[in-house]
């Protein structure tokens, strides 16, 4: 600890015993109280939470089986018996949703956690590494940058045969890996050439400590960021390429409820039900993370918050006294 | 200029890559695509077409040459623009069929695009000049939502509520039924009538990106010291914010250009299919459906040039706005 640790600071030492009470009281972990501190993330927490939620205890609010024929049930609009109105083959429109909330979750979720670990062990690889590496893997980065992802990803689903979820975990990996990496990339080079890099190498530490001890610890908000980013392109990218067809229709999930609501014409038909219920489901979800990546951004980037308060957030100062401690510490 | 000849040379590189991995993708995936594309031919269109069979292989693979024979094959048919007969337009070629619904693509994605970066810009400008007013509060927030909606749920609510129930565009095809393309005025108000309703779509869907680049670089732009030093000169308001915050602004979002325009190509394949538009995104998404690889194959390669040529032409511009690059 040096001079410089501001926890020293008698007039920062105040502002510091709040979040302390909070974590004692409640045992929040000290990220989701940075997260719930702030409104945008707030707000976005709730909504993805409340998709989680219904995702979870689907089975037991689902009235019926989302893929029940019954032509005596069919196109009818929303009512008490089937809030989200049914299709033409009659199935109940809110059981799809609720059921494809499952799929379509797990989907994004695990699509964006291959994608940007690739995306993180990439680019911290070639930024640490340096030369050749670096190169190669930075022209790789910005030749996915300029193949467009979206036809790529249809004409690569008409060449698999198998659309399981496995399958297009890899794919979508595969495709959306660049979007982040090369900010990881960056990052990490920047991070590189600071002193308690050099003080941390200069000290014999290994080249695993240096990565897990010095760099990942603060990239992690910029690598939670690329996280929620790729889960929703993800989210959205699946979607639409079962909404084009291009995937396994028999499985339930709002892409195949859209799927089958554009295949059957119904918006022509004036049945505005079948599309607007699992799209609105999308679009909520998508919305809560975009409003969580903006509620991390502006941890990350002081100057794009929104609120003018006269004094900085208590929680924020911690976390910013905590980084200080960190660099300054070690050097 | 070096740093131009820097950028051309990646191009070319990318477009070989861009190739080779189209080259690859049939050959690395199980099953063989070949036997897709052949059956969807009679006995009698195959002994009509001597050639045909040799081109798909070179194409897609399954043949009996070596990988490397078909890859010199394939790259010097892409060089003579020749990518086979479309299965699902037979007896069409494949570069007869991007001929025709191409253009329509690029009409609507660049005059979309076009637009687009220019609101974007502009009031991503002005909300950070007037942190708090009511552009920041009311437009910002209203395009961030638009453009986090999915593209396909835009256009579908779009086509529901303003083309169909209020009736103001029309929703189906690049023109009226009865017309043939060519260059006349009932033709081309017709096209231009037909365009606007995805033109608006995709204007909700990505103005909000350009928009919050923007707004991210020129707020932290608005603080430094030239803009205050052009303040104190006595400049108007409005040539600070132009010319002094948002010129040097507006080069980091030009970057991400890349990234947003190759997304906006993708979008288009929604868009188009939910309009039932006949440009390239609904024929690529036909042709994969319909196991036509030769044209869905050259569909990948022709929309990457297109991303690429955009990419190109970004550059010439970055070069005319920052003059750092052109003495490095």
């Known amino acids: 600890m040096s001079q410089l640790d501001p926890t020293l600071d008698p007039a920062l030492d105040l502002s510091l015993e709040a979040p302390r009470r909070i974590r004692r009281g409640f045992h929040v972990p000290g990220w989701l109280a940075l997260l719930l501190s702030n409104t945008k993330s707030r707000l976005g927490l709730a909504m993805v939470g409340l998709v989680v939620v219904v995702a979870v205890i689907a089975p037991w609010i689902s009235v019926a089986d989302p893929n029940g024929f019954s032509l005596l049930a069919a196109r009818q609009a929303p009512s008490w018996n089937h809030l989200f109105g049914t299709t033409d083959q009659g199935s109940d429109i809110f059981s799809q949703v609720v059921i494809g909330a499952r799929r379509s979750l797990l989907l994004g979720f695990f699509a964006a956690a291959l994608a940007t670990s690739t995306a993180a062990v990439l680019g911290i690889t070639a930024a640490l590494l340096g030369g050749l590496v670096d190169d190669v893997v930075n022209v790789l980065i910005n030749i996915f940058l300029v193949i467009p992802p979206i036809p790529l990803l249809v004409v690569m689903s008409g060449y698999v045969q198998d659309h399981g979820m496995t399958t297009m975990i890899v794919v979508l990996a595969l495709v959306l890996w660049a979007f982040e990496a090369r900010i990881l990339r960056a990052q990490a080079l920047s991070l590189k050439s600071r002193d308690f890099v050099d003080a941390a190498r200069a000290s014999g530490e290994s080249t ?27 989210l959205l990218v699946d979607a639409g390429l079962e909404f084009l067809g291009l995937a396994d229709v028999s499985k339930t999930s709002w892409g195949v409820t859209l799927y089958w609501a554009q295949t059957n014409s119904t918006v022509l038909q004036g049945e505005w039900w079948p599309f607007f219920f699992p799209g609105a489901a999308l679009a909520f979800t998508v919305l809560g993370l975009v409003l969580l990546l903006a509620g991390i951004d502006e941890f990350t980037n002081p100057r794009l918050r929104s609120e003018h308060k006269p004094h900085r957030s208590r929680l924020r100062m911690l976390f910013g006294g905590r980084l200080a401690t960190r660099e300054e510490g070690v050097s | 200029m070096r740093w131009f000849a820097r950028r051309l040379v990646f191009y070319v590189f990318a477009l ?41 292989e070179a194409l897609v693979g399954g043949g009996n040459n070596s990988i490397w024979q078909d890859y010199i094959t394939y790259l010097s048919r892409i060089v003579h623009l020749d990518f086979g007969v479309s299965t699902s337009h037979y007896p069409a070629p494949v570069s007869q069929v991007i001929g025709q619904t191409l253009p ?30 009511a552009v920041d509060n009311i437009l910002v927030p209203t395009f961030m939502a638009l453009s986090a909606f999915p593209a396909f749920f835009t256009a579908l609510l779009g086509l529901y509520f303003l083309g169909l129930k209020a009736g103001w565009f029309p929703i189906q095809h690049a023109y009226d039924n009865g017309l043939s393309p060519g260059f006349n005025w009932e033709f081309l108000s017709s096209a231009f009538r037909h365009a606007q309703l995805p033109i608006l779509v995709i204007l909700a869907a990505y103005t909000g990106g350009w928009m919050l680049n923007m707004r991210t670089v020129m707020i932290n732009t608005i603080g430094e010291d030239y803009v205050t030093m052009a303040h104190a000169k006595g400049l108007s308001d409005r040539r600070v914010m132009t010319w002094y915050a948002g010129r040097n602004a507006i080069l980091p979002p030009l970057n991400g250009f890349a990234a947003l325009f190759a ?40 929309l990457s040039v297109c991303v690429i040529v955009a990419n190109l032409l970004m550059d010439v511009l970055n070069l005319i706005l920052d003059p750092r690059l052109r003495t490095g």
């Open chain 2, 263 to 302: 997304s906006a190509v993708g979008g288009l394949v929604f868009i188009e299919y939910i309009f039932s538009y006949p440009g390239a995104g609904l024929t690529l998404q036909q042709a994969v459906l319909g196991n036509d690889y030769a044209l869905a194959q050259a569909l990948l390669v022709v």
């Open chain 1, 208 to 234: 695993a400590r240096i990565v897990f001890g010095e760099l990942v610890p603060n990239m992690i908000s910029r690598i939670a960021a690329a996280f929620v980013l790729v889960f929703y392109i993800a």
């Open chain 2, 16 to 56: 070989w890559v861009a190739l080779t991995i189209n080259f690859l993708l049939p050959r690395m995936m199980p099953g063989s695509p070949i036997d897709g594309i052949l059956q969807h031919l009679t006995p009698a269109q195959l002994a009509a077409n001597p050639g045909i069979v040799k081109t798909y």
């Open chain 2, 104 to 133: 329509y693509s690029i009409f609507l994605v660049g005059v979309a695009f076009f637009l687009s970066f220019l609101i974007g810009t502009g009031i991503g400008m002005f909300a950070a000049w007037r942190r708090g007013g």
